[in-house]
């Protein structure tokens, strides 16, 4: 049987990083918790950086309904009228 941790009187700053990166990562505390400890004990490779994203903070990112908007707006550039290439 797996063993059981419970981690006791968290500093706030940590709490509140864990958190902040369970939420980013989409995941629970628990899974979290766990992916970084076997990370950092070297039980399992480090994570490539992602810097995807680095930038959007200044430039600007669009959200999912913007982008959906634009390619539909943006599909008719996608079609050949047939009867102009002739």
């Known amino acids: ?16 990083r ?4 369970a939420r980013r990562e989409k995941k629970s505390l628990n ?11 070297g039980l399992t490779a480090p994570r490539k950086a992602d810097h995807s994203d680095d930038l959007a903070r200044f430039i600007g990112a669009w959200d999912d309904e913007t982008a959906d908007r634009l390619r ?9 009228d047939e009867a102009r290439w002739k």
């Open 72 to 80: 539909k707006n943006l599909a008719i550039f996608s079609t050949i």
């Open 31 to 41: 899974q979290t918790a766990k992916e970084l400890l076997s990370s950092a004990l």
């Open 18 to 21: 864990l958190a902040s990166y």
């Open 1 to 16: 049987m797996p063993a059981a941790l419970t981690l006791h009187t968290m500093e706030p700053a940590l709490s509140s």
